[in-house]
Protein backbone atom coordinates (compact mmCIF):
# COMPACT_ATOMS: atom_id res chain seq x y z
CA UNK A 1 0.00 0.00 0.00
CA UNK A 2 1.51 3.44 -0.84
CA UNK A 3 2.14 5.74 1.69
CA UNK A 4 0.46 9.13 1.23
CA UNK A 5 2.19 12.52 0.96
CA UNK A 6 0.54 15.03 3.23
CA UNK A 7 1.93 18.53 3.86
CA UNK A 8 5.38 18.51 1.40
CA UNK A 9 6.38 15.36 3.15
CA UNK A 10 8.39 12.76 1.51
CA UNK A 11 9.02 9.27 1.93
CA UNK A 12 12.62 10.20 2.32
CA UNK A 13 12.08 12.25 5.67
CA UNK A 14 10.32 9.46 6.89
CA UNK A 15 13.33 7.32 6.38
CA UNK A 16 15.10 9.89 8.00
CA UNK A 17 12.60 9.92 10.72
CA UNK A 18 12.54 5.96 11.53
CA UNK A 19 16.72 5.89 11.32
CA UNK A 20 16.95 8.33 13.99
CA UNK A 21 14.35 6.77 16.37
CA UNK A 22 15.60 3.43 15.37
CA UNK A 23 19.19 4.43 16.53
CA UNK A 24 17.55 6.50 20.09
CA UNK A 25 16.14 2.88 20.99
CA UNK A 26 19.01 1.27 20.31
CA UNK A 27 20.82 3.73 22.65
CA UNK A 28 17.48 3.33 25.15
CA UNK A 29 18.11 -0.61 25.36
CA UNK A 30 21.85 0.48 26.48
CA UNK A 31 20.48 2.65 29.45
CA UNK A 32 17.84 -0.12 30.58
CA UNK A 33 21.12 -2.70 30.91
CA UNK A 34 23.36 0.07 32.72
CA UNK A 35 20.47 0.70 35.15
CA UNK A 36 20.43 -2.77 35.44
CA UNK A 37 24.23 -3.20 35.83
CA UNK A 38 24.22 -0.31 38.65
CA UNK A 39 21.07 -1.65 40.80
CA UNK A 40 21.71 -5.32 40.90
CA UNK A 41 22.71 -6.50 44.40
CA UNK A 42 26.18 -8.64 43.92
CA UNK A 43 24.56 -11.99 44.97
CA UNK A 44 22.67 -12.23 42.29
CA UNK A 45 24.43 -9.85 39.36
CA UNK A 46 25.93 -12.75 37.24
CA UNK A 47 22.76 -15.10 38.11
CA UNK A 48 19.04 -15.27 37.25
CA UNK A 49 19.45 -14.34 33.70
CA UNK A 50 16.37 -14.82 32.28
CA UNK A 51 14.67 -13.05 34.91
CA UNK A 52 17.02 -10.18 33.90
CA UNK A 53 16.29 -10.72 30.19
CA UNK A 54 12.61 -9.79 30.99
CA UNK A 55 13.06 -7.46 32.96
CA UNK A 56 15.02 -5.56 30.39
CA UNK A 57 12.16 -6.62 28.12
CA UNK A 58 9.27 -4.72 30.12
CA UNK A 59 11.99 -1.53 31.12
CA UNK A 60 12.08 -1.19 27.10
CA UNK A 61 9.27 -1.65 26.23
CA UNK A 62 7.99 1.00 28.76
CA UNK A 63 10.73 3.53 27.24
CA UNK A 64 9.93 2.61 23.31
CA UNK A 65 5.94 3.47 24.10
CA UNK A 66 7.24 6.88 25.39
CA UNK A 67 9.47 7.08 22.70
CA UNK A 68 6.59 6.55 20.05
CA UNK A 69 4.62 9.67 21.17
CA UNK A 70 7.17 12.35 19.49
CA UNK A 71 7.91 9.38 16.70
CA UNK A 72 3.66 9.44 15.75
CA UNK A 73 3.63 13.16 15.52
CA UNK A 74 6.73 13.46 13.56
CA UNK A 75 4.81 10.80 11.23
CA UNK A 76 1.31 11.78 11.64
CA UNK A 77 1.01 12.37 7.50
CA UNK A 78 1.55 8.59 7.55
CA UNK A 79 -0.14 7.82 10.76
CA UNK A 80 -2.87 5.86 9.16
CA UNK A 81 -1.03 3.56 7.55
CA UNK A 82 1.01 2.09 10.22
CA UNK A 83 0.99 3.92 13.07
CA UNK A 84 -2.49 2.44 15.04
CA UNK A 85 -0.94 -1.42 14.07
CA UNK A 86 2.20 0.04 16.68
CA UNK A 87 0.55 0.79 19.16
CA UNK A 88 -1.21 -2.22 19.26
CA UNK A 89 1.72 -4.04 18.91
CA UNK A 90 3.33 -2.00 21.86
CA UNK A 91 0.07 -1.78 23.87
CA UNK A 92 -0.50 -5.61 23.64
CA UNK A 93 3.28 -6.96 24.62
CA UNK A 94 3.51 -4.44 27.51
CA UNK A 95 0.02 -5.87 28.79
CA UNK A 96 1.50 -9.15 28.20
CA UNK A 97 4.56 -8.49 30.34
CA UNK A 98 2.80 -6.76 32.69
CA UNK A 99 -0.01 -9.23 33.89
CA UNK A 100 1.79 -12.57 32.48
CA UNK A 101 5.01 -12.88 31.97
CA UNK A 102 6.66 -10.67 34.54
CA UNK A 103 4.60 -11.78 37.44
CA UNK A 104 5.33 -15.24 37.00
CA UNK A 105 8.93 -14.60 36.56
CA UNK A 106 8.70 -12.90 39.83
CA UNK A 107 6.55 -15.79 41.53
CA UNK A 108 8.67 -18.49 40.43
CA UNK A 109 11.86 -16.75 41.82
CA UNK A 110 10.27 -15.78 45.26
CA UNK A 111 9.02 -19.85 45.38
CA UNK A 112 12.87 -20.79 45.51
CA UNK A 113 14.19 -21.63 48.72
CA UNK A 114 17.90 -23.17 48.42
CA UNK A 115 17.22 -24.07 52.08
CA UNK A 116 14.63 -26.80 51.82
CA UNK A 117 15.93 -30.21 51.76
CA UNK A 118 14.91 -31.75 49.07
CA UNK A 119 14.75 -28.73 45.67
CA UNK A 120 11.68 -29.47 43.73
CA UNK A 121 11.05 -27.35 40.04
CA UNK A 122 8.40 -28.80 39.02
CA UNK A 123 6.40 -27.61 42.39
CA UNK A 124 7.70 -24.41 42.12
CA UNK A 125 6.68 -24.21 38.25
CA UNK A 126 3.19 -25.43 39.51
CA UNK A 127 3.44 -22.60 42.11
CA UNK A 128 4.15 -19.94 40.06
CA UNK A 129 1.56 -20.77 37.37
CA UNK A 130 -1.20 -21.13 39.85
CA UNK A 131 -0.57 -17.25 41.76
CA UNK A 132 -0.06 -16.06 38.31
CA UNK A 133 -3.32 -17.62 36.65
CA UNK A 134 -5.34 -16.23 39.64
CA UNK A 135 -3.90 -12.56 39.83
CA UNK A 136 -5.08 -12.81 35.94
CA UNK A 137 -8.36 -14.03 36.35
CA UNK A 138 -8.76 -11.04 39.06
CA UNK A 139 -8.19 -8.91 36.32
CA UNK A 140 -9.75 -10.46 33.78
CA UNK A 141 -12.88 -10.91 36.05
CA UNK A 142 -13.04 -7.03 36.61
CA UNK A 143 -11.98 -6.43 32.99
CA UNK A 144 -15.26 -8.40 31.73
CA UNK A 145 -17.82 -6.88 34.12
CA UNK A 146 -17.25 -3.75 33.81
CA UNK A 147 -16.90 -3.37 30.04
CA UNK A 148 -20.33 -5.24 29.86
CA UNK A 149 -21.90 -2.85 32.45
CA UNK A 150 -19.58 0.39 31.32
CA UNK A 151 -18.28 -0.64 27.84
CA UNK A 152 -19.62 2.83 26.20
CA UNK A 153 -18.18 6.49 25.49
CA UNK A 154 -20.20 9.42 26.02
CA UNK A 155 -19.37 11.56 22.71
CA UNK A 156 -20.48 15.13 22.79
CA UNK A 157 -22.24 15.75 18.80
CA UNK A 158 -23.67 18.75 17.19
CA UNK A 159 -27.03 17.39 15.42
CA UNK A 160 -28.02 20.10 12.89
CA UNK A 161 -31.31 20.48 11.40
CA UNK A 162 -33.02 22.51 8.83
CA UNK A 163 -36.61 23.85 8.59
CA UNK A 164 -36.89 23.56 4.87
CA UNK A 165 -35.40 20.35 2.46
CA UNK A 166 -31.94 21.30 1.72
CA UNK A 167 -30.78 21.02 -1.89
CA UNK A 168 -27.30 18.70 -1.72
CA UNK A 169 -26.06 20.59 -4.69
CA UNK A 170 -26.10 24.06 -2.88
CA UNK A 171 -23.71 24.78 -0.50
CA UNK A 172 -24.58 24.66 3.64
CA UNK A 173 -23.53 28.44 3.64
CA UNK A 174 -26.88 29.49 1.42
CA UNK A 175 -28.91 27.62 4.11
CA UNK A 176 -27.86 29.00 7.39
CA UNK A 177 -30.58 30.62 8.04
CA UNK A 178 -32.67 27.73 8.78
CA UNK A 179 -30.24 25.35 9.49
CA UNK A 180 -29.60 24.80 13.52
CA UNK A 181 -27.80 22.90 15.62
CA UNK A 182 -28.42 20.72 19.02
CA UNK A 183 -25.50 19.48 21.10
CA UNK A 184 -26.03 15.55 22.00
CA UNK A 185 -24.23 13.33 23.98
CA UNK A 186 -24.32 10.04 22.02
CA UNK A 187 -23.32 6.53 23.35
CA UNK A 188 -20.28 5.12 21.27
CA UNK A 189 -19.39 1.14 22.18
CA UNK A 190 -15.55 0.20 22.63
CA UNK A 191 -14.07 -2.89 21.91
CA UNK A 192 -13.01 -4.73 24.99
CA UNK A 193 -9.16 -4.16 23.89
CA UNK A 194 -9.97 -0.61 24.01
CA UNK A 195 -11.47 -1.03 27.60
CA UNK A 196 -8.58 -3.02 28.72
CA UNK A 197 -5.95 -0.52 27.91
CA UNK A 198 -8.47 2.15 30.23
CA UNK A 199 -8.58 -0.01 32.75
CA UNK A 200 -4.36 -0.63 32.79
CA UNK A 201 -4.34 3.14 32.51
CA UNK A 202 -6.77 3.56 35.28
CA UNK A 203 -5.29 1.29 37.78
CA UNK A 204 -1.27 2.86 36.31
CA UNK A 205 -2.83 6.05 37.39
CA UNK A 206 -3.07 5.67 41.65
CA UNK A 207 1.01 4.91 40.72
CA UNK A 208 1.69 7.74 38.43
CA UNK A 209 -0.01 10.12 40.66
CA UNK A 210 2.72 9.40 43.70
CA UNK A 211 5.56 8.48 41.69
CA UNK A 212 5.62 11.14 38.94
CA UNK A 213 4.09 13.66 41.56
CA UNK A 214 7.46 13.05 43.58
CA UNK A 215 9.67 12.36 41.43
CA UNK A 216 9.35 15.89 39.46
CA UNK A 217 10.26 17.36 42.15
CA UNK A 218 13.00 14.86 44.06
CA UNK A 219 14.38 14.13 40.93
CA UNK A 220 16.51 17.84 40.36
CA UNK A 221 16.65 18.54 44.21
CA UNK A 222 18.67 15.56 44.28
CA UNK A 223 20.66 15.64 41.32
CA UNK A 224 21.87 19.31 43.08
CA UNK A 225 22.11 17.62 46.76
CA UNK A 226 24.51 15.15 44.94
CA UNK A 227 26.37 17.82 43.84
CA UNK A 228 26.46 19.85 47.07
CA UNK A 229 27.16 17.06 48.98
CA UNK A 230 30.26 15.41 46.47
CA UNK A 231 33.48 14.34 48.02
CA UNK A 232 35.92 17.15 48.46
CA UNK A 233 39.80 17.25 49.02
CA UNK A 234 40.51 16.57 52.77
CA UNK A 235 43.90 17.35 54.61
CA UNK A 236 45.45 14.48 56.75
CA UNK A 237 43.69 15.54 59.89
CA UNK A 238 40.71 15.88 58.12
CA UNK A 239 40.13 12.73 57.03
CA UNK A 240 41.47 11.35 59.81
CA UNK A 241 38.92 13.43 61.77
CA UNK A 242 35.76 12.17 59.50
CA UNK A 243 37.06 8.69 59.71
CA UNK A 244 36.71 8.41 63.30
CA UNK A 245 33.58 10.36 63.10
CA UNK A 246 32.09 7.81 60.90
CA UNK A 247 33.57 4.79 63.01
CA UNK A 248 32.61 6.42 66.49
CA UNK A 249 29.19 6.86 64.49
CA UNK A 250 28.69 3.17 63.26
CA UNK A 251 29.65 1.80 67.12
CA UNK A 252 27.11 4.26 68.31
CA UNK A 253 24.41 3.03 65.97
CA UNK A 254 25.59 -0.93 66.36
CA UNK A 255 24.53 -0.55 70.37
CA UNK A 256 21.30 1.34 69.72
CA UNK A 257 20.41 -1.64 67.31
CA UNK A 258 21.70 -3.98 69.98
CA UNK A 259 19.31 -2.33 73.10
CA UNK A 260 16.28 -1.90 70.34
CA UNK A 261 16.70 -5.74 69.32
CA UNK A 262 17.11 -6.51 73.48
CA UNK A 263 14.15 -4.50 74.42
CA UNK A 264 11.49 -5.59 71.85
CA UNK A 265 12.73 -9.18 70.45
CA UNK A 266 9.82 -10.80 71.18
CA UNK A 267 7.14 -8.57 69.81
CA UNK A 268 5.49 -10.25 66.32
CA UNK A 269 4.39 -6.95 65.42
CA UNK A 270 5.79 -3.18 66.06
CA UNK A 271 3.82 -0.09 67.03
CA UNK A 272 3.70 2.79 64.58
CA UNK A 273 5.79 4.41 67.05
CA UNK A 274 8.40 1.80 67.21
CA UNK A 275 8.55 1.50 63.16
CA UNK A 276 8.99 5.26 63.24
CA UNK A 277 11.61 4.63 65.74
CA UNK A 278 13.51 1.65 63.10
CA UNK A 279 13.08 4.06 60.40
CA UNK A 280 14.94 6.70 62.26
CA UNK A 281 17.98 4.13 62.59
CA UNK A 282 17.62 3.09 59.21
CA UNK A 283 17.78 6.82 58.22
CA UNK A 284 21.10 6.77 60.09
CA UNK A 285 22.39 3.51 58.41
CA UNK A 286 22.26 5.13 55.41
CA UNK A 287 24.00 7.90 56.80
CA UNK A 288 26.83 6.30 57.52
CA UNK A 289 26.96 4.58 54.53
CA UNK A 290 26.83 7.44 52.20
CA UNK A 291 29.97 8.74 54.56
CA UNK A 292 31.87 5.38 54.12
CA UNK A 293 31.52 5.43 50.48
CA UNK A 294 33.21 8.98 50.45
CA UNK A 295 36.13 7.94 52.50
CA UNK A 296 36.23 5.39 49.76
CA UNK A 297 36.52 8.00 47.06
CA UNK A 298 39.13 9.94 48.95
CA UNK A 299 41.14 7.20 49.76
CA UNK A 300 41.22 5.52 45.69
CA UNK A 301 41.05 9.23 44.02
CA UNK A 302 41.45 7.16 40.80
CA UNK A 303 37.78 5.48 41.00
CA UNK A 304 36.02 8.86 41.68
CA UNK A 305 35.27 10.75 38.03
CA UNK A 306 34.53 14.72 39.36
CA UNK A 307 33.40 15.93 36.47
CA UNK A 308 29.95 13.51 37.35
CA UNK A 309 28.81 16.02 40.15
CA UNK A 310 28.76 18.87 37.53
CA UNK A 311 27.34 16.99 34.91
CA UNK A 312 24.37 16.55 37.74
CA UNK A 313 24.27 20.15 38.57
CA UNK A 314 23.71 21.00 35.04
CA UNK A 315 21.09 18.39 34.45
CA UNK A 316 19.61 19.24 37.83
CA UNK A 317 19.59 22.97 37.07
CA UNK A 318 17.78 21.94 33.64
CA UNK A 319 15.54 19.82 35.08
CA UNK A 320 14.30 22.34 37.72
CA UNK A 321 13.20 24.38 34.63
CA UNK A 322 11.57 21.25 33.18
CA UNK A 323 9.62 20.44 36.04
CA UNK A 324 8.14 23.70 36.87
CA UNK A 325 7.55 24.35 32.73
CA UNK A 326 6.17 21.12 33.82
CA UNK A 327 3.76 22.33 36.46
CA UNK A 328 2.55 25.37 34.98
CA UNK A 329 1.47 23.76 31.63
CA UNK A 330 -0.38 21.48 33.63
CA UNK A 331 -2.27 24.48 35.21
CA UNK A 332 -2.44 26.79 32.95
CA UNK A 333 -3.78 24.74 30.01
CA UNK A 334 -5.04 21.79 31.60
CA UNK A 335 -6.65 23.38 35.03
CA UNK A 336 -7.03 27.00 34.14
CA UNK A 337 -7.70 26.19 30.30
CA UNK A 338 -6.44 29.80 29.78
CA UNK A 339 -3.77 29.41 26.78
CA UNK A 340 -2.00 26.11 25.04
CA UNK A 341 1.42 27.09 26.87
CA UNK A 342 4.17 24.64 25.67
CA UNK A 343 1.61 23.68 22.82
CA UNK A 344 1.82 26.64 21.42
CA UNK A 345 6.07 26.97 22.04
CA UNK A 346 6.22 23.32 20.34
CA UNK A 347 4.36 24.81 17.61
CA UNK A 348 6.29 27.85 17.24
CA UNK A 349 9.28 25.80 17.70
CA UNK A 350 8.57 23.64 14.90
CA UNK A 351 7.72 26.96 12.60
CA UNK A 352 11.07 28.20 13.13
CA UNK A 353 13.10 24.95 12.71
CA UNK A 354 12.03 21.69 11.68
CA UNK A 355 12.46 18.67 14.24
CA UNK A 356 13.03 20.92 16.72
CA UNK A 357 9.46 20.95 18.75
CA UNK A 358 9.52 17.40 18.25
CA UNK A 359 12.28 16.88 19.83
CA UNK A 360 11.52 19.40 23.36
CA UNK A 361 8.14 17.36 23.07
CA UNK A 362 10.34 14.10 23.33
CA UNK A 363 12.29 15.72 26.08
CA UNK A 364 9.75 16.70 27.98
CA UNK A 365 7.80 13.39 28.19
CA UNK A 366 11.23 11.17 28.55
CA UNK A 367 12.25 13.69 31.04
CA UNK A 368 8.61 12.91 32.98
CA UNK A 369 9.08 9.12 32.49
CA UNK A 370 12.91 9.65 34.28
CA UNK A 371 11.14 11.17 36.97
CA UNK A 372 8.49 8.61 37.35
CA UNK A 373 11.18 6.42 37.52
CA UNK A 374 13.13 8.57 40.50
CA UNK A 375 9.28 8.18 42.35
CA UNK A 376 9.39 4.53 42.19
CA UNK A 377 12.84 4.34 44.03
CA UNK A 378 12.28 7.12 46.41
CA UNK A 379 8.77 6.08 48.05
CA UNK A 380 10.11 1.99 47.38
CA UNK A 381 12.31 3.09 50.27
CA UNK A 382 9.84 5.23 51.96
CA UNK A 383 6.10 4.14 51.91
CA UNK A 384 4.62 4.00 54.99
CA UNK A 385 7.61 3.35 57.26
CA UNK A 386 7.94 -0.28 55.42
CA UNK A 387 10.34 -0.98 52.79
CA UNK A 388 8.46 -2.88 49.45
CA UNK A 389 10.50 -4.22 46.88
CA UNK A 390 13.31 -1.21 47.57
CA UNK A 391 15.37 0.06 44.73
CA UNK A 392 19.04 0.75 45.79
CA UNK A 393 22.25 1.19 44.07
CA UNK A 394 24.19 -2.14 43.96
CA UNK A 395 21.90 -3.67 46.15
CA UNK A 396 18.64 -4.87 44.42
CA UNK A 397 17.39 -8.24 44.23
CA UNK A 398 15.65 -9.72 41.23
CA UNK A 399 12.33 -10.31 42.77
CA UNK A 400 12.46 -6.33 43.75
CA UNK A 401 13.53 -5.42 40.00
CA UNK A 402 10.70 -7.58 38.67
CA UNK A 403 8.00 -5.78 41.11
CA UNK A 404 8.76 -2.36 40.00
CA UNK A 405 9.26 -2.87 36.48
CA UNK A 406 5.74 -3.90 36.71
CA UNK A 407 4.64 -1.04 38.43
CA UNK A 408 6.65 0.99 36.08
CA UNK A 409 4.50 -0.32 32.92
CA UNK A 410 1.43 0.08 34.68
CA UNK A 411 2.11 4.17 35.22
CA UNK A 412 3.59 4.11 31.27
CA UNK A 413 -0.02 3.53 30.50
CA UNK A 414 -1.29 6.44 32.46
CA UNK A 415 1.81 8.78 30.95
CA UNK A 416 0.82 8.30 27.76
CA UNK A 417 -2.62 9.15 28.77
CA UNK A 418 -1.76 12.26 30.81
CA UNK A 419 0.71 13.58 27.66
CA UNK A 420 -1.70 13.08 25.06
CA UNK A 421 -4.23 15.52 26.86
CA UNK A 422 -1.55 17.40 28.30
CA UNK A 423 -0.23 18.67 24.60
CA UNK A 424 -3.96 17.19 22.72
CA UNK A 425 -3.30 20.24 20.56
CA UNK A 426 0.29 19.69 19.70
CA UNK A 427 0.00 15.95 18.93
CA UNK A 428 -3.30 16.50 17.38
CA UNK A 429 -4.53 13.89 14.89
CA UNK A 430 -1.96 11.69 15.69
CA UNK A 431 -2.76 7.68 16.35
CA UNK A 432 -2.17 7.81 20.13
CA UNK A 433 -4.46 10.63 20.26
CA UNK A 434 -7.10 9.15 18.85
CA UNK A 435 -7.40 6.33 21.22
CA UNK A 436 -6.75 8.46 24.63
CA UNK A 437 -8.38 11.57 23.72
CA UNK A 438 -11.31 10.36 21.55
CA UNK A 439 -12.49 6.94 23.09
CA UNK A 440 -10.65 6.73 26.72
CA UNK A 441 -11.26 10.18 27.90
CA UNK A 442 -15.25 9.79 27.79
CA UNK A 443 -15.73 6.50 28.95
CA UNK A 444 -18.71 5.86 31.03
CA UNK A 445 -17.39 5.94 34.94
CA UNK A 446 -13.93 6.08 34.23
CA UNK A 447 -14.21 9.52 32.65
CA UNK A 448 -15.09 11.27 35.94
CA UNK A 449 -11.66 9.69 37.76
CA UNK A 450 -9.85 10.69 34.23
CA UNK A 451 -10.93 13.96 34.30
CA UNK A 452 -10.06 14.73 38.11
CA UNK A 453 -6.70 12.66 38.21
CA UNK A 454 -4.83 15.68 37.36
CA UNK A 455 -5.73 17.51 40.52
CA UNK A 456 -4.38 14.69 42.97
CA UNK A 457 -1.10 14.46 41.07
CA UNK A 458 -0.65 18.32 41.27
CA UNK A 459 -1.76 17.68 44.63
CA UNK A 460 1.42 15.40 45.18
CA UNK A 461 3.78 17.20 43.67
CA UNK A 462 3.19 20.13 45.87
CA UNK A 463 3.40 17.97 49.01
CA UNK A 464 6.63 16.90 47.88
CA UNK A 465 8.03 19.86 47.42
CA UNK A 466 7.13 21.10 50.51
CA UNK A 467 8.18 18.26 52.20
CA UNK A 468 11.26 17.87 50.26
CA UNK A 469 12.35 21.42 51.08
CA UNK A 470 11.11 20.53 54.77
CA UNK A 471 13.54 18.14 55.17
CA UNK A 472 16.56 19.62 53.77
CA UNK A 473 16.05 22.69 56.00
CA UNK A 474 15.92 20.16 59.33
CA UNK A 475 19.47 18.29 57.86
CA UNK A 476 21.01 21.36 57.64
CA UNK A 477 19.75 22.46 61.00
CA UNK A 478 21.45 19.39 62.14
CA UNK A 479 24.29 19.59 60.68
CA UNK A 480 25.09 23.03 61.99
CA UNK A 481 24.23 21.97 65.07
CA UNK A 482 26.33 18.49 65.04
CA UNK A 483 28.82 21.46 64.15
CA UNK A 484 28.37 23.35 66.62
CA UNK A 485 28.59 20.58 69.40
CA UNK A 486 31.85 19.93 68.10
CA UNK A 487 33.34 23.16 68.20
CA UNK A 488 32.10 23.27 71.86
CA UNK A 489 33.58 20.13 72.23
CA UNK A 490 36.93 21.13 70.68
CA UNK A 491 36.90 24.04 73.44
CA UNK A 492 36.54 22.11 76.17
CA UNK A 493 39.13 19.93 75.44
CA UNK A 494 41.16 22.84 75.07
CA UNK A 495 40.80 24.75 78.44
Same mark, same amino acid.
Given at each position: ??? %???? #???????? @?????????? @?????? !???????????????????????????????????????????????????? %????????????????????????? +??????????????????????????????????? &? $???????????????? +???????????????????????????????????? &????????????????????????????????????? /???????? /????????? =???? =? =???????????????????????????????????????????????? +???????????? #? &???????????????????????????? *???????????? #???????? @? *???????????????? !??? /??????????????????? !?????? $?????????????????????????????????????????? +????? $???????????? /???????????????? =???????????
Amino acid at each position: MAL %PVVE #GASIAALI @VYIIVFAAIA @VGLVLV !NIIFIAKFSDPVDRFSAWIPKLFVLLGLTFAFWAILLLPFDKCTRPWSTSFM %PLVWQIVFLASAGLALVVLPFTLYY +YESFDDTAPSRCCGCQLIKAIIMTLISLLIFVTIL &I $FMWYFLGKADINLMEY +YADEPINRHTPLTCHSKAIQGLAVEMEIPVSIAVYA &IALLSFFGWFLFILYGGVGLTALPMDLITDFATRPRK /LSSDQYLG /LQQEVRKSA =EELQ =E =ELLKFEQEHSGRERYSAKLRNQLRKLEGRAEEIENNFKKLNFLRNPDQ +YNPLIPWLKLIV #G &IFGILISIAWLAHIIIFQVAKVHPFLNA *AFEACDNALPFL #GVALYGVF @V *AYLLWATVKGNIKLGL !NFL /LLSIHPMKLNATLMNSFLF !NTILII $FCVYALLQFCTSSFSVYARGTAVSALFDQQMRHLKFLKYFFN +YFIYA $FLGVAALSLIVS /LTVSWCLKARKRRRRE =EKNALKDVRRV
